[in-house]
């Protein structure tokens, strides 16, 4: 197969996706189909992969027709979310070629999901007339702008999830439920006392003012607490900068191999986001064999049914959970065991990758 892969590329943006994509195209290089990866919003970095990558510096749709005309792909995978979806959908029906939308989290799936209440606040806090016609033309664009968006779903001819539950929130016939997958390599890491680590990028919907809050209440013990993310918003750096407590230690953004490494000597990950798709520190955590706390979201059930972990859904609760199984390393060694069995069963790339053929294949009418 000749495939397309669009989104953000990992030597850009190092996040869920774009590991993801990486991940896909690898794969599928490796299995001897023809890979082309259209990296938009490129600021020059480079990075050596195993597949062909073509970079734009925004996202033009006549820099994609001629990509198209060039490589001339059977099929475009797709996992940036909705945004320029439309334009680029119908490109690809009026160029004849299958369009498949990945989902990575929930919010894929929803018509709005930005925030609109910064608008209406702008009104109402609006000085005079003008100001708040201003916000409320941007609020109108805003809310045009996901609609036609997600009329997009009318043109995509099939779509992939990380997870059943997002599987029938899309008007799209032909859909597949495919986990995310993740590499086990890891970079050595040390640290001279016990730690519980937390990561993602730090952003609103991450939650990590509850980590720095968890460690502020368990001064008390013997375990340190080790934050790694990207920071996307300013007041969460200084968050973790200012007034923190002497327990908690920030260590910026780490590739996903050196992550892999620090969950490999954790106690346990806690995971305090809100729910997404199918985060892929989860995979990574049970990977290593590491215990996952995690405080608002339990995909399709597998922590508590698995027994990898536990989900608190509460400050206090969570206070109770960290404080128990730091204290009981045999109930670690249990879950963690399990957790390692279980990701070696459900979140390996080669069995994964031919899941990707065969519905690709499926797709085209192979």
């Known amino acids: 197969m000749r495939i397309l892969i669009i989104n953000r590329h990992r030597s850009e943006y190092l996040g869920g996706s774009e590991i993801q994509c990486d991940i896909i195209a690898t794969f599928l290089q490796r299995a001897g189909h023809d890979v082309l990866y259209v990296a938009p919003f490129t600021k020059g970095r480079s990075e050596s992969s195993e597949y062909a990558v073509e970079r734009m510096r925004g996202y033009s749709l006549k820099t994609l027709q001629r990509i198209l005309d060039r490589f001339k792909p059977e099929l475009i995978y797709w996992r940036m979310n909705t945004r320029r979806l439309f334009a680029t959908t119908l490109l690809a029906r009026l160029q004849r070629v299958k369009f498949v939308f990945g989902v990575s989290n929930i919010n894929d799936t929803r018509i709005w999901h930005g925030n609109i209440s910064s608008f209406t606040k702008g009104m109402m806090n609006a000085e005079t007339t003008v100001e708040g016609v201003k916000y409320l033309i941007l609020m109108v664009r805003f809310i045009v702008r996901h609609a036609i968006n997600h009329l997009s ?214």
């Open 153 to 366: 779903f009318l043109m995509i001819d099939a779509m992939v999830c990380p997870r059943t539950g997002l599987k029938n929130k899309l008007p799209v016939t032909a859909s597949s439920v495919i986990h995310n997958s993740m590499l086990s390599n890891t970079v050595e890491f040390r640290w001279p006392r016990p730690f519980i680590l937390w990561v993602s990028n730090l952003r609103r919907e991450k939650n990590p003012e509850e980590f720095v809050a968890l460690a502020r209440s368990l001064e008390h013990l013997e375990v340190d607490f080790l934050m790694v993310g990207r920071p996307l918003n300013i007041e969460f750096p200084d968050l973790v900068r200012r007034d923190r407590p002497g327990n908690l230690h920030y260590f910026g953004e780490k590739r996903p191999d050196e992550v892999s490494g620090m969950l490999r000597e954790a106690e346990l990950l806690v995971h305090t986001c809100d729910p997404e798709g199918f985060g892929n520190i989860f995979i990574q955590a049970w990977q290593q064999g590491t215990p996952t706390v995690s405080v608002h979201f339990d995909p399709e059930d597998i922590i508590i049914e698995r027994g990898l972990g536990t989900v608190p859904r509460s400050a206090d609760q969570l206070i109770r959970d960290v404080t128990r199984l730091v204290g009981r390393a045999d109930s670690r060694a249990a879950m963690g065991k399990r957790a390692a069995e279980f990701a070696a069963e459900q979140f390996d790339p080669e069995t994964n990758i031919r899941k990707y053929e065969s519905f690709f294949m499926s797709v085209l009418g192979a």
